[in-house]
């Protein structure tokens, strides 16, 4: 999905093409996976962030166009919407410094970009939700220029033969309609990258989505949009409604939508990628002229470019990545849970619970995703999202518990020893868990201070809402540049 495109029409010649081009990938890639031909010498972990920008008064501005121009640098690229942009920092190994390599990397980035986005009349802010959205700025205008998102959007309707409907029912409700994927653009978040070996992939994978609520729970940033006091990570719903190509004759029938959890365990990422080609149509049927087949039986590494374009437009929250860098292939997986933000030393603590957790869980003895139902997970999912840092989920060996309570006696210690397993400074590994901790005992995270911080102004200064969430992202953004995590953020 990152490549840009140059049609705009296709014909059902062009799908059919597609779709034969697609299983051909898959045939070849099961080949690729009996020999075994991955890298897998040095596993790397990347991260990549999604960012809004904001005017003086805190309002979304729509000038991605002359901040990346004015920031001139290749690790920042353009999103979905104009008031978005992304950060991909590049791929390391955990080891010893490198979660604090990301650290410093982010941070050094995300300062350079700042000043430069100064000079354009723009800020960058690292939330989940951008508060101050309004219903106005989700036109067809809003989509960045880049012909790949049109097209998606032109595709996406054109499945669904009718405008999307976006309800959401939290502390407050919102019904209202699109008829453009613009909402989309209003979640933003960080996406972790995990390489990992063939015979490894489903223990991570799994891993991943056992943990995925967890996660969800502990960095929720997202409890406003359009002006509603939503889910604590109402990213997840919106997400989910905003990109489904599905009316509602389609979902009574039980076709799966775009954006989901999944259905099962799996025991291969071949599951997925098969998955792909079996429930899903194409959005974007392009194809090249690599013949993937000659090119392994060369010795070769093939594309798979039908099946990589295929996989990234099916919006798993935990993605299976097949690419090939330096003309090595290699598998990752691609966390997509979290909510960007509030600060870099957050971002970086949820990074390190989630490395740690996901080792120590895909190298127990006994998985713990044979002691619990698919099914459990996502439940644990949806209500963490809804919840934020005060829901319970269920644990096998437990049953329900709050989830800060799951986290401070059971997962911290199971992070550690996963950060361990990478090798992760102790100092280091003690700092960013410490974080953690520390979130669990305040039960404050970004949601719960956006929340806080709201009814207090709404309270005490006699202000509108939409007053409020001004102010409020305007005393975010301040904190946000202080890199203090927080939960140690002042309150009204």
């Not at 962030?49 to 979304?60: I, Q, S, T």
């Not at 096998?396 to 911290?412: A, F, K, S, Y």
């Not at 309270?459 to 927080?486: D, F, G, K, W």
Request: proline share 5%; aromatic share 8%.
């Amino acid at each position: 999905m990152g490549k840009d495109v140059e049609r705009t029409e296709f014909t059902r010649a062009d799908r059919q093409r597609f779709r034969e081009k697609v299983r051909q990938c898959l045939d070849v890639f099961a080949q690729m996976l009996k020999q075994s031909a991955f890298d897998t010498d040095r596993p790397m972990s990347g991260l990549e962030v999604e960012l809004n920008l904001v005017d003086a008064a805190g309002d979304p501005t729509m000038k991605n166009q002359d901040v990346l121009d004015a920031i001139a640098d290749p690790d920042f690229q353009t999103e979905l919407g104009q008031f978005n942009i992304e950060i991909n920092l590049a791929p390391r190994v955990l080891g010893p410094d490198g979660l604090t390599g990301f650290e410093e990397s982010l941070r050094a980035s995300l300062n350079a970009a700042e000043v430069k986005a100064e000079s354009v009349d723009a800020n960058i802010v690292m939330i989940g939700i951008l508060p101050t959205l309004r219903h106005e700025h989700m036109g067809a205008d809003t989509l960045s220029s880049n012909q790949r998102y049109k097209l998606l959007d032109q595709q996406i309707f054109a499945a669904r033969g009718e405008d999307l409907e976006i309800n959401i029912a939290g502390e407050e409700r919102l019904v209202t309609q699109a008829d453009t994927i613009a909402p989309e653009s209003a979640c933003t978040s960080v996406q972790y990258h995990l390489q990992v070996a063939p015979e490894q992939f489903a223990d991570y994978w799994n891993a991943s989505q056992v943990i995925a609520g967890i996660q969800v729970a502990l960095a929720a940033n997202s409890p406003y949009l359009f002006g509603k006091q939503l889910w604590a990570e109402s990213r997840i719903a919106l997400f989910e409604q905003s990109t489904d190509t599905r009316p509602d004759e389609l979902k009574a029938q039980g076709v799966r939508p775009r954006v989901w959890f999944g259905d099962r365990w799996i025991t291969s990422i071949f599951d997925l990628f098969e998955e792909n080609v079996r429930y899903y149509s194409a959005l974007l049927p392009l194809c090249d002229d690599e013949d993937p087949a000659q090119v392994l039986a060369e010795g070769g590494a093939p594309q798979l470019s039908e099946l990589r374009l295929h996989n990234g437009t099916i919006y798993r929250w935990n993605r299976p990545i097949y690419d090939v860098v330096d003309g090595r292939p290699h598998l990752r997986v691609e966390n997509r849970v979290l909510p960007a933000g509030p600060t870099v030393v957050d971002v970086m603590a949820n990074a390190a619970l989630y490395f740690g957790l996901v080792r120590a869980l895909a190298e127990q003895e006994r998985p713990l995703w044979t002691q619990m139902s698919f099914s459990a997970a996502e439940e644990n999912f949806h209500a963490a999202a809804k919840g934020g840092i005060g829901a319970r989920v269920y644990w096998p060996g437990i049953g329900d518990v709050p989830v800060t309570e799951l986290v401070l006696r059971r997962l911290l210690p199971l992070a550690h020893t996963g950060l361990d397993l990478w090798g992760v400074a102790p100092e280091q590994r003690d700092r960013l868990l410490g974080v953690i901790e520390r979130r669990c005992i305040s039960g404050r995270n970004g949601a719960t201070w956006q929340v806080d911080t709201v009814r207090g102004l709404e309270e005490t200064r006699s202000v509108t809402r939409e007053q409020a969430l001004r102010e409020m992202t305007r005393r975010y953004a301040s904190h946000m540049h202080t890199n203090e995590p927080v939960h140690t953020w002042p309150g009204v």
